[in-house]
């Protein structure tokens, strides 16, 4: 299998079917409950839609595990996508661009560090350690329980405490902000690069940034699936302007080879 080959390929996983998985899953991402009822409070019992916490559903902390599980890997997938938006872009491109280009994938590379230690901590760690709590409480058929619900009560103050932690908590924290808007500025120089570059028209790159600023702002419902809906909507494009733009040599005349 060619490179070549093997590049369409990831451009169809990482921009099409992985923002897909994520759009739908982030339907059921519940948010808005660090303050009111609190995160362990929430995430502890399933929960049916409200205007509040947005989720279509929210099926409890298996499915909180689980969902971050099968998140974490997508969203690194997705940031591969994006790198391959930036293949081929050197300097016969411009200096400018390829500049632009470097900035774009340090951005990404900060992203992908700091989402995954978010979803480490606040995702598989958290809905680990509340699936844990709560069979250590209820005990088993075979097994008496093993915490009080005093001792319940304290593992669920450590866990408030450490989801509003200022540096790995789950929002507003040191590692949630720097992840969010290193995948937005990402974004604003990835379109800049490909713009300069002539690789991309520009209208589904204001769409890429609009991805970048939803993504930033939240991915939860519904932030996320508006992100990855529109990061779905830009790859397309995209590729369309390929099809639409015959190839030429670059000493002729350079047409858009994103995704070519």
């Keep these: 299998m060619s490179n070549e080959t093997v590049k369409k390929i990831l451009w169809w996983v990482c921009l099409f079917v992985a923002p897909l998985i994520l759009l739908t899953m982030e339907l059921f991402h519940p948010a808005g409950f660090t303050n009111d009822p609190g995160m362990f409070q929430y995430l502890s019992v399933p929960h049916a839609h409200t205007a509040q916490h947005k989720a279509l559903y929210y099926f409890g902390p298996n499915w909180w595990f689980t969902l971050h599980m099968i998140q974490t890997p997508l969203v690194c997938l997705v940031a591969v996508g994006l790198l391959l938006m930036m293949d ?26 700091y989402y995954t230690s978010l979803d480490a901590i606040g995702g598989v760690g958290l809905g680990k350690t509340i699936e844990i709590t709560e069979s250590m409480a209820n005990g088993t ?17 450590v866990l408030n405490a450490t989801w509003t932690d200022p540096w ?39 769409i890429l940034v609009a991805f970048g600023w939803e993504l930033q702002v939240s ?42």
């Design 88 to 113: 081929g872009i050197d300097r016969e491109d411009g200096q400018l661009a390829m500049i632009f280009s470097w900035v774009a994938r340090a951005l990404i590379l900060v992203f992908i560090i």
């Design 141 to 157: 058929a075979n097994q008496a329980a093993q915490l009080t619900p005093d001792q319940v009560e304290g593992v669920a103050q």
């Design 168 to 206: 790995v908590g789950g929002e507003g924290s040191f590692i949630s902000e720097t992840g969010s808007w290193a995948i937005f500025f990402a974004t604003v120089f990835l379109a800049l690069s490909l713009f300069l570059a002539k690789k991309a028209p520009w209208p589904p790159l204001v």
């Design 219 to 260: 991915h939860t419902a519904f932030h996320g699936p508006v992100a990855f809906g529109f990061l779905i909507i830009a790859a397309a494009w995209m590729w369309w302007a390929t099809k639409r733009v015959p190839y030429q040599p670059r000493l002729s005349q350079p047409g858009y080879a994103v995704g070519r």
